[in-house]
């Protein structure tokens, strides 16, 4: 697994460190970007709680409660959007994959030499992944800074980013990563907040995401983002203060 993860690397370390389980490119290397939302993904504790409390609970009530998808069905949308169960021997990216929820979720559905790769900064949600993970079940994890993606160009045939770029200082790059890396006519699916259009309830949710560290995306403003980062049939739903949007690298 390690050498299939290797290949798909834009620039292949001396000295691959696989010592916790995934392969390690950033070591001691700190992140700049620190705001309270990015310290908590780091710490000790959420890792332990996130997939099966703090997950469920969170995105459950930003997605409208019993109004919105569950989790299950959330994981469904992924896979039929990204094409996955037509796709034998798809090689998937998860960015941001935290402890690897959503990763292996994407693999169940994998058929021959199929593979998920989950991508994230924090050693302790990897920590965490690595845990969780069978290792026969096509999942491989990457420890990488997840808006300057380490992967080659035209290197996988879906990617996924569920529950993330919210937080990215510059969600806009992380967008241009994910398209550079996924082959042309490849697909990308993405779960994201929405800001609300409420003229009262939308600035005062703007200030507090702000300090919180956790941006939120206006109706269009994603899908315009897609578009200029060259992909296109794209698509959109929207549950409360969250959106699923789904597009084709053109």
């Known amino acids: 697994m390690t050498d299939r993860v290797l290949g798909?690397?834009?620039?292949?370390?001396?000295?691959?460190?696989?010592?916790?389980?995934?392969?390690?490119?950033?070591?001691?290397?700190?992140?700049?970007?620190?705001?309270?939302?990015?310290?908590?993904?780091?710490?000790?504790?959420?890792?332990?709680?996130?997939?099966?409390?703090?997950?469920?609970v969170?995105?459950?009530?930003?997605?409208g409660g019993p109004l919105g998808p569950s989790t299950t069905e959330e994981y469904a949308l992924a896979?039929?959007?990204?094409?996955?169960?037509d796709?034998?021997?798809?090689?998937?990216?998860?960015?941001?994959?935290?402890p690897g929820n959503v990763t292996r979720a994407l693999a169940s559905c994998l058929t021959g030499d199929?593979?998920?790769?989950?991508?994230?900064?924090?050693?302790?949600?990897?920590?965490?992944?690595?845990e969780d993970t069978s290792p026969d079940s096509g999942v491989t994890y990457v420890r990488c800074d997840a808006v300057d993606l380490p992967f080659?160009?035209?290197a996988f045939d879906a990617v996924c980013c569920f529950g993330a770029l919210y937080l990215f200082e510059d969600p806009w790059a992380a967008i241009a990563g994910m398209a550079r890396v996924?082959?042309?006519?490849?697909?990308?699916?993405?779960?994201?907040?929405?800001r609300p259009r409420l003229p009262l309830v939308g600035p005062g949710m703007g200030v507090l995401s702000r300090l919180a560290g956790i941006r939120m995306f206006g109706?269009?403003?994603?899908?315009?983002?897609?578009?200029?980062?060259?992909?296109?049939?794209?698509?959109?739903?929207?549950?409360?203060?969250?959106?699923?949007?789904?597009?084709?690298?053109?």
Do not use: I, N
């Open 8 to 56: 798909l690397l834009d620039s292949v370390p001396p000295e691959p460190d696989t010592g916790h389980g995934y392969l390690d490119l950033l070591g001691e290397a700190a992140g700049s970007h620190d705001t309270a939302a990015q310290r908590l993904m780091r710490s000790s504790g959420l890792p332990r709680v996130y997939e099966h409390v703090w997950r469920p």
């Open 58 to 63: 969170l995105f459950g009530l930003s997605k």
């Open 79 to 85: 896979r039929e959007w990204l094409g996955l169960p």
């Open 87 to 98: 796709t034998p021997g798809a090689t998937v990216l998860d960015v941001a994959c935290g």
């Open 114 to 130: 199929g593979l998920v790769v989950g991508a994230d900064a924090s050693a302790t949600m990897l920590g965490r992944a690595v």
């Open 152 to 154: 080659r160009d035209d």
């Open 182 to 194: 996924l082959r042309p006519g490849g697909r990308l699916v993405v779960l994201t907040t929405r």
């Open 219 to 250: 109706p269009a403003e994603l899908t315009q983002a897609l578009g200029a980062a060259g992909f296109s049939a794209t698509h959109r739903r929207s549950y409360g203060l969250m959106q699923f949007a789904g597009a084709t690298r053109r």
